[in-house]
RNA sequence: GCCGAAGUGGCGGAAUAGGCAGACGCGCACGACUCAAAAUCGUGUUCCCUACGGGAAUGAGGGUUCGAUUCCCUCCUUCGGCACCA
């Protein structure tokens, strides 16, 4: 034996050391393999690894290096989504460029993740941040361009004022609209930007088919992109214009018994009559002033005035005024709305309070609706009614064309030239710029003459400057501010052009940087085909929910619009998503930085070996929930290593003396174990992994003292054992395996147990039995016995004849090797 | 309000093609070893009672069933998404 106690650190040293000069985790092109993309999500370098790092990271490592012993050709690569706002903090702060900033911090932190064990390729690491990697995401967006995907647009768009930068919808949350990075309240400015065209795939992105997405994950994403099916339907001004609206309930349009418009339409101010120019006028004013939170807020009485105007239901001509509110959103549908109070909560409060008149056109089963006296509207499903030829049509519950009488008003209206089947989202373009220095930058010109045109590709990628001297934030890139860098030329008439001093989303950078690892320098194109080829789509990919409707739904559209402009293959980019929860702290709030309640790893890793941090990440908590964190409870992992470690390493006086039965019952536990954690890496619990590891090695410690030591039994459990924790705990298996076992290096590199269902199977079982459903005995059968033989078992236990006190039992349920139960 | 996920000992959590609830671990208690402590090893540990026996219990209440943590209905709580979206 060599060494008598287990040394975390000087093993696991060694081992890093030697896999690494020895391209342990190379990943390589091999065709003889079936491959298998294993990607998580790649971290922004902010300075120190945290514990949700690890626990975001080494599972899925365990997972991946499961994979690879089931024989596959696994790709675990790493990289830094290095662009973004914290390095520009630190700028204004010390004074330090953003660039130096960054790449200190992924320095530290790739030393800091080597300590893990991870089988990442660092060969395939990717920095977004680098010239050669966003040279390609300038190039993306010249495609996007030139693809009519990518457009600049002025319009109201969020603003947070503290990262005194604009923001994508998605990157605004919640019912106080704050920002996602920081947490401020957003504002509204008027501004021109340039957007990506996501809401043309908004009907593809809803559909799911052939991946293995989480359900909250496919369906968080449904709500945001929000469809709603109905009709558009025109109506016209008393001086013929036209209003066209959006409805979910056109079967509700002879109970249309005014309009209202928001304070934006363009065309408020044209029916307004003179006699309610100034009220108008005031209210939009008025609304203007206020901010989104104020107007949307939900609880807020409804306000708006009459424009004096009056419009023509195209469906029964009937004269109905319009109304200005804000309740009416410019930013979803047409911005005008027929309102339908008998039906619509909204109008019908707004009708109330403003004495509008009432005409309910749904008449539900059973009551008669009267417009004057009811007290809310009536949105359920009934009979038309007031409905001229519809009378009659039963209006279901169903949204759209499955309604009868939606489908049957809306081929009406086709009819007769007034409106036509159509659908609305709420979701919106991907507002793409930002006004900051540290991101890819937007590789477009403008010239006086020729307006906005790319770089040519030959001139990517635009760079950086190195000499900036001015950070503070002012709303505007710190580029417009350099001397000469915005200074070009124009490509279509050589004379003077300016640069775009805004740069692009970060989350740009993350939609493509899992194809950036297939060939991470690869200099004519993107990525090299034959990598694409190979390792395309990533076959796993594990990470954070909070990106539910952020980078996971950007990067699916991004796939989606470089598929249709021939750069990659299929319609999505992963295949299989989970997500792992989050850690929290002791007293269940969230670790930051500012609470000073965050777990630092490298402390744990220092005192307690990489392989227990990374197994009690595993045990702790199911994975993809979560839990706060117990320091406490680390210490029952690292007991399972050092006990493992005796087991391995301790010789036994009994050796070799052990019973048949003893060896029988030890293969048997050892491929039910093997086959229980095959099953649990499979699905991501890791928590029952590790607790069906330790079963057996407490199992293994009793057959160590009925003298299983030195048996073929035994032999063959310590090969499978170590073989099973070697995704847990890298290091330690290894030590174990070749210099304990002696056997070859490395254990890494060997196939995954076959599991011996013969040898699994009990032949002796007890089976519970229960009379009137409580147990009242066991009796101890042959695990094949027949239902007489386990009924006979049953009648001969004194405890059950004792209970039955002589009579015969009503009913007697057998289930083979379960249980028996009795009814009396 | 709508949509989704989840509620099991002091704690993290096991067990779902309906079949012994509480695996594994933390914590706690007692014991062994020790001059002592740590480490280690062993035993116990859901709750209640009239305690070698019995009863209750998987958020609450109902239902289906011989049998429900698991399926169905109603409700409560927590977390996440959406929300004046027409």
């Not at 342990?24 to 370098?45: E, G, N, W």
């Not at 979560?626 to 050796?655: H, K, Q, Y």
Request: aromatic letters at 12%; one cysteine or more.
């Amino acid at each position: 034996m060599k060494d008598l106690s287990y040394n975390s650190k000087v093993i696991e040293q060694k081992w890093q050391a030697k896999w690494e000069a020895d391209k342990l985790y190379r990943a390589v092109i091999d065709h003889s393999k079936p491959k298998h993309y294993a990607l998580t999500m790649l971290p922004y370098p902010s300075g120190d690894l945290h514990i949700g790092h690890w626990f975001s990271m080494t599972p899925p490592d365990a997972r991946a290096r499961f994979k690879r012993m089931q024989g596959y050709n696994v790709m675990f690569p790493m990289g830094f989504d290095a662009f973004g706002l914290p390095a520009e903090g630190a700028a204004i702060k010390n004074n330090i460029h953003p660039k130096k900033w960054t790449y200190a911090n992924i320095e530290r932190m790739r030393a800091q993740m080597r300590t893990m064990g991870a089988m990442f390729d660092w060969e395939r690491e990717a920095v977004s941040c680098d010239p050669e990697y966003y040279k390609w995401t300038e190039w993306f967006f010249i495609q996007l361009y030139k693809h009519g995907l990518a457009y600049r647009k002025k319009q109201a768009v969020d603003w947070c004022p503290s990262c005194n930068t604009t923001l994508a919808r998605e990157q605004v949350k919640g019912d106080d609209r704050l920002c996602d990075r920081c947490g401020t309240p957003v504002i509204k400015k008027e501004l021109e930007q340039w957007f990506f065209k996501a809401t043309k795939y908004a009907d593809e992105l809803l559909r799911f088919d052939g991946i293995d997405w989480p359900e909250f994950i496919k369906v968080s994403q449904t709500n945001w992109i929000g469809r709603s099916e109905g009709a558009s339907v025109t109506f016209k001004t008393e001086a013929g214009d036209p209003i066209e609206i959006f409805t979910t309930r056109p079967d509700t349009l002879w109970g249309a018994t005014f309009m209202v418009m928001s304070p934006e339409h363009p065309l408020v101010e044209k029916i307004t009559t003179a006699e309610h120019a100034q009220a108008v006028s005031e209210y939009k004013a008025q609304a203007a002033k206020q901010t989104d939170i104020q107007r949307e807020a939900k609880d807020k009485e409804k306000t708006g005035v009459f424009t004096g105007g009056y419009a023509i239901n195209p469906v029964n001509d009937e004269r109905i005024p319009i109304w200005v509110a804000d309740y009416v959103l410019m930013t979803y549908g047409t911005g005008a709305i027929m309102a339908v109070p008998a039906h619509d909560e909204r109008d019908f409060e707004f009708a109330r309070k403003f004495g509008l008149k009432v005409i309910p056109v749904i008449q539900p089963e059973g009551t008669e609706l009267n417009g004057d006296t009811m007290t809310e509207a009536y949105p359920g499903e009934g009979l038309m009614i007031n409905s001229g030829p519809f009378n009659g049509t039963p209006a279901t519950s169903d949204k759209g064309v499955k309604n009868p009488a939606i489908k049957a008003v809306i081929e009406h209206l086709e009819q007769k030239g007034v409106g036509k089947m159509d659908v609305n989202y709420r979701y919106r373009d991907w507002l793409i710029s930002r006004q900051r220095f540290w991101g890819a930058p937007i590789p477009m010109v403008y010239c006086e003459t020729h307006g906005w045109n790319p770089v040519p590709d030959d001139q990517l990628p635009v760079v950086l400057p190195d000499d900036i001297d001015e950070w503070k934030p002012t709303g505007e890139s710190p580029l417009k501010f350099h001397p000469t860098w915005k200074d070009t030329t124009c490509p279509i008439c050589g004379g003077y052009a300016m640069r775009e001093t805004d740069t692009m989303d970060t989350f740009m950078c993350s939609s493509w940087y899992h194809m950036r690892y297939l060939s991470p320098h690869y200099d004519k194109a993107p990525f090299d085909d034959a990598e694409y080829n190979y390792w395309m789509p990533v076959d796993t990919y594990t990470g954070g929910s909070e990106h539910a409707n952020m980078h996971l739904l950007y990067f699916r559209f991004f796939h989606k619009a470089l598929r249709d402009m021939g750069i990659t293959e299929g319609n999505e980019p992963v295949m299989q998503l989970r997500n792992q929860g989050m850690v929290l702290a002791e007293d269940n709030s969230k670790m930051s930085k500012s609470k000073g309640n965050v777990v630092a790893p490298d402390v744990l890793v220092q005192k307690y070996g990489a392989d227990t941090v990374r197994a009690y990440l595993m045990f702790f908590a199911r994975w993809q929930q979560g839990a706060p964190w117990d320091s406490n409870g680390i210490e029952g992992t690292a007991r399972w290593m050092r006990r493992v470690w005796t087991l391995f390493t301790d010789a036994s006086d009994s050796a070799g003396t052990a019973s048949d039965e003893t060896k029988k019952d030890l293969r048997r536990k050892v491929h039910q174990t093997l086959k229980r954690v095959t099953r649990d890496f499979e699905n991501f619990e890791f928590n029952t992994v590790i607790s069906s590891l330790m079963e057996l090695m407490n199992e293994m410690y009793k057959a160590r003292e009925a003298g299983a030591v030195g048996t073929n039994e035994w032999k063959e459990a310590q090969e499978i054992y170590l073989k099973m924790m070697a995704p847990v705990a890298p290091h330690i298996s290894e030590e174990l395996w070749t210099e304990h076992l002696g056997k070859p290096y490395s254990i890494h590199q060997q196939l995954w147990p076959a599991i011996d269902e013969a040898a699994a199977k009990e032949d002796v079982v007890e089976i519970p039995v229960q009379i009137n459903g409580k147990v009242r005995d066991r009796v101890t059968v042959a695990a094949e016995a027949s239902e007489d033989e386990i009924k006979s078992a049953v009648m001969a236990s004194e405890v059950i004849q004792k209970y039955l006190e002589g009579k015969e039992p009503k009913k007697v349920i057998v289930v083979k090797g379960k249980l028996v139960s009795l009814v009396v």
